[in-house]
């Protein structure tokens, strides 16, 4: 029973840091276990946020944090709220590196910046400052065109000229290219 409750909180954990929803079967993969033994642990997972804030959303082989029902107006109320604040040095930075490289990988800004970004570039669509695209199995990100209105541009090259640190960041991506 302990070796169970290990597994749940690792599930928990995994779900959590997750930027798009996790499946079962990689759940049963990445643990080794049987696909039953990975469902017992996640209905009990999914039974114990059911009354929560948050909650674990199963839709057929995919699990997913989500905001509950109950809270979906105070939770809209406070990302309007945030909106409304300045964008965080951390926001910044990921702008500028989707501005100057885009368009660029959620891995290969992640590289650049050290630490999951997934968050801050969710704000950043939120905002419509960055659009994702998908080609192929690969989603990439770039400014929009709310981007280029806000600051008052035509386009790209109308960004002031940081060539040095442009051709810095490509050196340092092109080293871990393999991992984006």
Known sequence: MEEIEKIKKQIEAIIFISSSPITIQDLVKFFNLEENIINEVVDKLIEDYSQRGIIILRKDDS????TSNQVSETVER???????KDLTPAALETLAIVAYLGPITRAQIEILRGVNSSYILRELMIRGYVERKQEGHNFYYDISLEFLKFFGIQNKEELPNFLQTKEKLSEILSKYSHYA
């Open 63 to 66: 699990l997913q944090f989500v």
């Open 78 to 84: 406070f990302m309007k709220f945030q909106l409304e």
